[in-house]
């Protein structure tokens, strides 16, 4: 394993790895694969991008590393625990405790502000940081007090990126975060999630059809009808503000 | 395949239909409940008014009733001469006591002449079984059919009356119903006893042989000109009678059987005006909920429909279809149901009141008023939503809808109070602050629709009370024929088994005061009386007032006087004094509108003895069978009436009457019920699934969003809850107002048993509907959430 650049250490030890997972969607007679059997491990503080066109399989993997979905086959394992053997209440724990998420759509609850929509988090979570500090580290401490349709969209993911780390979690999980915005904002929303992982050592997957912002991550995984066709690491890891599509 | 029947907007529709069953059924259930309470109540009416009007219309019931003493039959050529009264005819009206093997005590018996042959114009009888008077038959009888089918009586049956002081048998020539007799109530008596009150037509010239009356009468009875005058002809009536111990002519509005029958009838209108609306309102409003969430759920498809070129007026056709047919669902189950309804209320009827028949008439016009309400208030409740759905241009159709705006109100302060789940249930109730309103008075009219049907129950129950064990203490009352000298007090008294006697005298008077009158009879009362006492108005027992005259609450507001107001009191029997008493108590009584004064001061301005209309007596019950046996083989008994068993015939009907009552209150107020919660459940979980699901993914467990979704269904119904008590009692107090004659009034009394039962019903049906919610969230689609955008 390389380390990717001098000041930052990647550890060896695996928060994720997924083994033999696949899973098969039934939809009437017409079976749909949509991941085939594919190993992979997620390591502590690095920062991962899944690159892959639609129907690749990536966000399956996801919502499956996530504790969302469960594979048809295969074994998932979160810190040596398998994932894949947790019931309903187990899961639900996990995903409290352990993964935050951050949405293309954002999923901001719109009756409560910003403030409050990361302390839906923060009231659950077990070793949270403040509200207050979650929102300063995605630069939106001036705009706590207001309602996601008070925000830009941007902003409004900005804020979503605050839900998902004020819980302090193991893995970071955003799926498609820039989908809905346009270049600028998608930058200034990169560089949270960056910053997150650099300062806070969070595992963080990141899911995109976009390939230049492959050029962020530790490694880069590449799919492709549900299979891992390519893992590339990257020799250095380049600043979101150095990205450009 | 039936679908390809449809065009493809059609095929939308009903599949969304069989999509949203659950919603729509709960929806077309209170439209339901809507159409059933008007036809029923409606139809019953209806029914009742064109079987009473052809009844009376057939069988010549009488305009103007008129009791005197006696008068010859030429007497009755000059009523006919009479303007306005277009022919009379007299007849002898008389009681008897007859022994009934199967009763303890006397039956109370009213018998009128009939025509020994022929028939008369005025007030005909309808034979139901055998025949009519054999020419020159001796000791034949007509008997009304309700006494001759509580004692299983026969045509040719014998029956023994005690008959102005003679023990005779009569046979039972024929059975009849009398038009007079719809509702058969014994004078006097407040509740209908079929066992125990027989009427009895006697061939003319039997009556007046055993009573002295030859070619004389007692009673008049006149059919007026159409558009005469009912009250000129009254007074000129009572004019000419005078003379012959006239004690004043009733028009028919005061005919006893009519006036309930009149007044149960009022109540059924009532009913009908009431009820239907609340359930119409309430399916607007769930209508207007439920197109308004689908039409916001449709934006893109309305959007693409008018891309295609589908014109703003066929869009607004598929929405209003939609409504349309959920509203024939509800109308078709509400018409079939009132009707069916309305037949059993009609049977429930028929053992109440004596007509020849009772059909639940089903007027075509009825269901089409139903219907044109039903559809009008669907399309009134849905027009905005629908309007706005097909007024969208296509280009803002397709676009996703803003995130819903949320400001800070005036609550905010200690909505941010609250923990994160708490915070959005209150914001969502505050954000949509008319539908939450609405959706909390929809809940609260369940509760209201039930207070106020069952509290009749409670004030029955205390009308009751206050009537038979704190004014009417007496175990049974014996009446007399004629007035007779206070010594027979002693005779009751000495019989077996009488603990206390006392007496009371009733005297036929006129009431005035200013240009108010009332006819009635004013009661005696002797002073200390422990078995009919007076309650004064905060229902404290107290003794008449030794001067002057007591008025009941209802009586005095009648005529408009107050206490030390001086009235007016023309007595009309014996030597027919007119006095000038001042009112010196106002006295509460919710059974009639009597006048009492005391029994000496009574008799002294009749300038009679002391006289006395009858004994009210307290019973040993050891020795109650002796007494009885007794009292059926003492003439001069004019009535004996037992407060107990009066009081149970009158629980038994009233009771099996209740139960069916509330029985369907009930379902009606479930239906309320469950359709708005799960309407609000639903609507709430389509707007919010997304957000709920994005909260399970961030972590939360199912009960916690359920929390989300259900606290704010629970904060509703909690608040619906007092609202309903509130609405409830408002409701029940305008039915006392509605239900205040001069026959009977109720009190505003509700038991804690009927809050308690009512807001259970509501709240369990709240739950009920709350657990079917809480399952759907459980089936939320984490991974659609995060890719879905509404």
Same mark, same amino acid.
Request: charged residues 20%.
């Given at each position: 394993?390389?380390?990717?650049?001098?000041?930052?250490?990647?550890?060896?030890?695996?928060?994720?790895? /997924?083994?033999?997972?696949?899973?098969?969607?039934?939809?009437?007679?017409?079976?749909?694969?949509?991941?085939?059997?594919?190993?992979?491990?997620?390591?502590?503080?690095?920062?991962?991008?899944?690159?892959?066109?639609?129907?690749?399989?990536?966000?399956?993997?996801?919502?499956?590393?996530?504790?969302?979905?469960?594979?048809? /086959?295969?074994?998932?394992?979160?810190?040596?625990?398998?994932?894949?053997?947790?019931?309903?209440?187990?899961?639900?724990?996990?995903?409290?405790?352990?993964?935050?998420?951050?949405?293309?759509?954002?999923?901001?609850?719109?009756?409560?502000? /910003?403030?409050?929509?990361?302390?839906?988090?923060?009231?659950?979570?077990?070793?949270?940081?403040?509200?207050?500090?979650?929102?300063?580290?995605?630069?939106?401490?001036?705009?706590?007090?207001?309602?996601?349709?008070?925000?830009?969209?941007?902003?409004?993911?900005?804020?979503?990126?605050?839900?998902?780390?004020?819980?302090?979690?193991?893995?970071?999980?955003?799926?498609?975060?820039?989908? /809905?915005?346009?270049?600028?904002?998608?930058?200034?929303?990169?560089?949270?999630?960056?910053?997150?992982?650099?300062?806070?050592?969070?595992?963080?997957?990141?899911?995109?059809?976009?390939?230049?912002?492959?050029?962020?991550?530790?490694?880069?995984?590449?799919?492709?009808?549900?299979?891992?066709?390519?893992?590339?690491?990257?020799?250095?890891?380049?600043?979101?503000?150095?990205?450009?599509? | %395949?039936?679908?390809?029947?449809?065009?493809?907007?059609?095929?939308?529709?009903?599949?969304?239909?069989?999509?949203?069953?659950?919603?729509?059924?709960?929806?077309?259930?209170?439209?339901?409940?809507?159409?059933?309470?008007?036809?029923?109540?409606?139809?019953?009416?209806?029914?009742?008014?064109?079987?009473?009007?052809?009844?009376?219309?057939?069988?010549?019931?009488?305009?103007?009733?008129?009791?005197? +003493?006696?008068?010859?039959?030429?007497?009755?050529?000059?009523?006919?001469?009479?303007?306005?009264?277009?022919?009379?005819?007299?007849?002898?009206?008389?009681?008897?006591? =007859?022994?009934?093997?199967?009763?303890?005590?006397?039956?109370?018996? +009213?018998?009128?002449?009939?025509?020994?042959?022929?028939?008369?114009?005025?007030?005909?009888?309808?034979?139901?079984?055998?025949?009519?008077?054999?020419?020159?038959?001796?000791?034949?009888?007509?008997?009304?059919?309700?006494?001759?089918?509580?004692?299983?009586?026969?045509?040719?049956?014998?029956? !023994?009356?005690?008959?102005?002081?003679?023990?005779?048998?009569?046979?039972?020539?024929?059975?009849?119903?009398?038009?007079?007799?719809?509702?058969?109530?014994?004078?006097?008596?407040?509740?209908?006893?079929?066992? &125990?009150?027989?009427?009895?037509?006697?061939?003319?010239?039997?009556?007046?042989?055993?009573?002295?009356?030859?070619?004389?009468?007692?009673?008049?009875?006149?059919?007026?000109?159409?558009?005469?005058?009912?009250?000129?002809?009254?007074?000129?009536?009572?004019?000419?009678?005078?003379?012959?111990?006239?004690?004043?002519?009733?028009?028919?509005?005061?005919?006893?059987?009519?006036?309930?029958?009149?007044?149960?009838?009022?109540?059924?209108?009532?009913?009908?005006?009431?009820?239907?609306?609340?359930?119409?309102?309430?399916?607007?409003?769930?209508?207007?909920?439920?197109?308004?969430?689908?039409?916001? =759920?449709?934006?893109?498809?309305?959007?693409? =429909?008018?891309?295609?070129?589908?014109?703003?007026?066929?869009?607004?056709?598929?929405?209003?279809?939609?409504?349309?047919?959920?509203?024939?669902?509800?109308? #078709?189950?509400?018409?079939?149901?009132?009707?069916?309804?309305?037949?059993?209320?009609?049977?429930?009827?028929?053992?109440?009141?004596?007509?020849?028949?009772?059909?639940?008439?089903?007027?075509?016009? %009825?269901?089409?008023?139903?219907?044109?309400?039903?559809?009008?208030?669907?399309?009134?409740?849905?027009?905005?939503?629908?309007?706005?759905?097909?007024?969208?241009?296509?280009?803002?159709?397709?676009?996703?809808?803003?995130?819903?705006?949320?400001?800070?109100?005036?609550?905010?302060?200690?909505? +941010?109070?609250?923990?994160?789940?708490?915070?959005?249930?209150?914001?969502? !109730?505050?954000?949509?602050?008319?539908?939450?309103?609405? !959706?909390?008075?929809?809940?609260?009219?369940?509760?209201?629709?039930?207070?106020?049907?069952?509290?009749?129950?409670?004030? !029955?129950?205390?009308?009751?009370?206050?009537?038979?064990?704190?004014?009417?203490?007496?175990?049974?009352?014996?009446?007399?024929?004629?007035?007779?000298?206070?010594?027979?007090?002693?005779?009751?008294?000495?019989?077996?088994?009488?603990?206390?006697?006392?007496?009371?005298?009733?005297?036929?008077?006129?009431?005035?005061?200013?240009?108010?009158?009332?006819?009635?009879?004013?009661?005696?009362?002797?002073?200390?009386?422990?078995?009919?006492?007076?309650?004064?108005?905060?229902?404290?027992?107290?003794?008449?007032?030794?001067?002057?005259?007591?008025?009941?609450?209802? #009586?005095?507001?009648?005529?408009?006087?107050?206490?030390?107001?001086?009235?007016?009191?023309?007595?009309?029997?014996?030597?027919?004094?007119?006095?000038?008493?001042?009112?010196?108590?106002?006295?509460?009584?919710?059974?009639?509108?009597?006048?009492?004064?005391?029994?000496?001061?009574?008799?002294?301005? #009749?300038?009679?003895?002391?006289?006395?209309?009858?004994?009210?007596?307290?019973?040993?019950?050891?020795?109650?069978?002796?007494?009885?046996? %007794?009292?059926?083989?003492?003439?001069?008994?004019?009535?004996?009436?037992?407060?107990?068993?009066?009081?149970?015939?009158?629980?038994?009907?009233?009771?099996?009457?209740?139960?069916?009552?509330?029985?369907?209150?009930?379902?009606?107020?479930?239906?309320?019920?469950?359709?708005?919660?799960?309407?609000?459940?639903?609507?709430?979980?389509?707007?919010?699934?997304?957000?709920?699901?994005?909260?399970?993914?961030?972590?939360?467990? &199912?009960?916690?969003?359920?929390?989300?979704?259900?606290?704010?269904?629970?904060?509703?119904?909690?608040?619906?809850?007092?609202?309903?008590?509130?609405?409830?009692?408002?409701?029940?107090?305008?039915?006392?107002?509605?239900?205040?004659?001069?026959?009977?009034?109720?009190?505003?009394?509700?038991?804690?048993?009927?809050?308690?039962?009512?807001?259970?019903?509501?709240?369990?049906?709240?739950?009920?509907?709350?657990?079917?919610?809480?399952?759907?969230?459980?089936?939320?689609? #984490?991974?659609?959430?995060?890719?879905?955008?509404?």
């Amino acid at each position: 394993m390389n380390k990717t650049s001098p000041e930052r250490a990647i550890s060896t030890i695996p928060t994720l790895e /997924a083994r033999g997972v696949s899973k098969v969607y039934q939809t009437g007679a017409l079976e749909v694969t949509a991941l085939g059997g594919v190993d992979l491990s997620l390591f502590e503080g690095e920062l991962v991008v899944f690159l892959g066109p639609s129907g690749s399989g990536k966000s399956t993997l996801l919502n499956i590393l996530g504790g969302l979905d469960r594979p048809s /086959a295969g074994a998932v394992y979160f810190r040596g625990d398998e994932l894949t053997q947790f019931d309903d209440h187990a899961l639900t724990l996990y995903r409290r405790d352990h993964v935050g998420f951050v949405f293309q759509f954002y999923n901001l609850v719109a009756s409560l502000t /910003a403030r409050e929509n990361v302390d839906l988090v923060t009231e659950i979570a077990i070793n949270p940081m403040s509200s207050d500090d979650a929102l300063g580290v995605v630069g939106l401490s001036h705009r706590m007090d207001h309602f996601p349709a008070e925000l830009s969209g941007g902003e409004q993911q900005r804020v979503a990126i605050a839900r998902a780390i004020a819980k302090q979690p193991d893995i970071l999980m955003c799926d498609e975060p820039t989908g /809905a915005l346009d270049i600028k904002t998608g930058i200034t929303v990169l560089q949270a999630i960056e910053q997150t992982n650099r300062e806070l050592g969070t595992t963080t997957a990141i899911i995109t059809h976009n390939a230049t912002v492959a050029n962020m991550a530790d490694r880069v995984i590449l799919l492709a009808d549900g299979h891992i066709i390519e893992v590339i690491e990257n020799s250095s890891r380049k600043r979101p503000e150095e990205l450009s599509w | %395949m039936v679908m390809t029947f449809f065009k493809p907007l059609d095929r939308k529709l009903i599949r969304d239909l069989m999509r949203m069953w659950a919603q729509a059924l709960a929806i077309a259930m209170v439209v339901a409940a809507g159409v059933a309470m008007y036809i029923m109540s409606e139809g019953m009416l209806r029914s009742l008014g064109d079987t009473r009007d052809a009844y009376y219309e057939r069988y010549g019931f009488a305009d103007v009733f008129a009791p005197l +003493k006696r008068a010859p039959n030429s007497a009755v050529v000059r009523i006919e001469n009479i303007p306005g009264v277009r022919r009379a005819e007299g007849r002898i009206s008389k009681v008897a006591t =007859l022994d009934m093997p199967g009763i303890r005590e006397p039956a109370q018996e +009213k018998i009128l002449s009939y025509p020994d042959k022929d028939h008369p114009a005025i007030n005909r009888l309808y034979l139901t079984e055998g025949r009519w008077f054999r020419p020159g038959a001796r000791d034949e009888v007509l008997i009304s059919e309700a006494f001759a089918m509580a004692h299983g009586l026969k045509p040719r049956d014998k029956v !023994t009356a005690l008959i102005n002081g003679r023990k005779r048998d009569f046979e039972i020539a024929g059975i009849v119903l009398s038009p007079e007799f719809i509702y058969a109530l014994a004078p006097g008596a407040m509740f209908p006893d079929d066992l &125990r009150f027989a009427v009895m037509w006697m061939p003319r010239s039997m009556l007046a042989a055993i009573f002295n009356m030859e070619g004389a009468f007692n009673e008049i009875v006149l059919h007026m000109e159409p558009g005469a005058n009912r009250d000129q002809v009254i007074a000129k009536v009572d004019e000419v009678l005078d003379p012959y111990g006239g004690i004043g002519a009733l028009g028919r509005d005061r005919q006893i059987s009519h006036w309930y029958l009149s007044g149960e009838m009022e109540q059924l209108e009532n009913m009908g005006r009431v009820a239907p609306p609340i359930f119409f309102a309430v399916a607007m409003f769930l209508l207007n909920m439920a197109v308004s969430r689908w039409v916001e =759920l449709e934006r893109s498809e309305i959007g693409l =429909l008018k891309a295609f070129g589908y014109s703003t007026r066929a869009v607004a056709l598929h929405y209003v279809k939609f409504v349309m047919v959920i509203t024939a669902v509800g109308y #078709l189950m509400g018409a079939i149901a009132g009707t069916w309804l309305g037949r059993g209320l009609a049977v429930m009827y028929q053992e109440f009141f004596h007509f020849p028949f009772l059909y639940f008439s089903m007027h075509g016009d %009825m269901y089409v008023i139903a219907a044109s309400i039903s559809f009008a208030a669907a399309l009134i409740g849905t027009w905005h939503a629908v309007r706005t759905a097909a007024d969208l241009s296509p280009a803002v159709a397709m676009a996703p809808q803003p995130p819903t705006s949320y400001r800070r109100s005036k609550n905010d302060r200690w909505i +941010k109070k609250a923990l994160g789940p708490t915070r959005m249930i209150l914001r969502h !109730t505050f954000r949509w602050p008319v539908r939450s309103g609405l !959706t909390c008075i929809g809940i609260s009219m369940g509760v209201a629709l039930l207070i106020s049907a069952m509290f009749f129950q409670d004030a !029955t129950e205390t009308l009751i009370e206050t009537q038979f064990t704190m004014i009417e203490r007496q175990d049974a009352t014996v009446s007399f024929i004629e007035p007779k000298p206070q010594r027979v007090v002693e005779n009751v008294a000495s019989m077996p088994g009488v603990m206390v006697a006392e007496p009371y005298r009733y005297v036929p008077a006129t009431l005035r005061f200013g240009s108010n009158e009332r006819r009635m009879f004013i009661r005696g009362i002797v002073q200390g009386a422990t078995l009919n006492r007076l309650l004064d108005r905060d229902l404290k027992a107290v003794d008449v007032p030794k001067k002057g005259v007591a008025l009941s609450t209802k #009586l005095a507001e009648i005529l408009g006087a107050g206490l030390g107001d001086v009235i007016e009191v023309d007595v009309r029997e014996g030597r027919k004094p007119t006095l000038l008493l001042p009112v010196t108590m106002i006295s509460e009584v919710y059974i009639a509108s009597p006048a009492y004064m005391d029994l000496k001061t009574l008799n002294r301005a #009749l300038l009679e003895g002391d006289n006395t209309s009858g004994v009210h007596v307290m019973l040993d019950e050891a020795y109650a069978d002796d007494f009885y046996a %007794m009292l059926k083989d003492t003439p001069s008994v004019a009535q004996v009436s037992v407060k107990e068993t009066m009081l149970q015939a009158f629980r038994n009907t009233l009771e099996e009457n209740i139960n069916i009552m509330n029985f369907f209150n009930t379902i009606f107020a479930v239906v309320i019920a469950v359709g708005v919660v799960y309407n609000a459940g639903r609507i709430s979980l389509s707007e919010r699934a997304r957000e709920l699901a994005s909260l399970r993914v961030l972590g939360f467990t &199912r009960n916690e969003v359920s929390y989300i979704l259900l606290g704010e269904l629970g904060l509703l119904t909690l608040v619906a809850l007092p609202i309903g008590v509130v609405i409830g009692v408002a409701l029940a107090w305008l039915w006392t107002l509605s239900l205040d004659t001069d026959l009977y009034r109720i009190p505003l009394v509700i038991s804690s048993a009927t809050f308690g039962y009512s807001i259970s019903v509501v709240l369990a049906a709240a739950v009920g509907t709350a657990i079917i919610t809480q399952r759907q969230i459980a089936h939320l689609d #984490l991974v659609a959430s995060l890719k879905t955008r509404e």
